[in-house]
């Protein structure tokens, strides 16, 4: 369970938890350029795991930053991009 300040806004808090977390701003600043794939992420990024790469998707995808797009087309590929609220 997080601990919260009563004298500071909850979502505010919430919004420090997850940006504030290692990678989190490196990731969000390569998708404000532009969607990408989960290769090209893990590429750029190199200094990030892929378990470190796809534990922070998850967090942002479950957060409603981000959403991520499952291409059926050939071989499988998923894209990641910022949503309205990213």
């Known amino acids: 369970m997080t601990r919260v300040?009563?004298?500071?806004?909850?979502r505010f808090?919430?919004?420090?938890?997850?940006?504030?977390?290692?990678?989190t701003g490196l990731i969000l600043k390569l998708l404000l350029e532009e969607p990408l794939y989960y290769n090209d992420l893990a590429t750029r990024l190199e200094v990030v795991s892929d378990r470190m790469l796809s534990q922070r998707l998850k967090e942002l995808e479950r957060a409603g930053i981000i959403e991520r797009r499952v291409s059926v087309e050939g071989p499988v590929r998923v894209q990641y991009r910022l949503t309205k609220k990213g």
């Open 5 to 10: 300040s009563t004298q500071l806004c909850p």
């Open 13 to 23: 808090q919430a919004a420090l938890d997850i940006l504030g977390k290692r990678w």
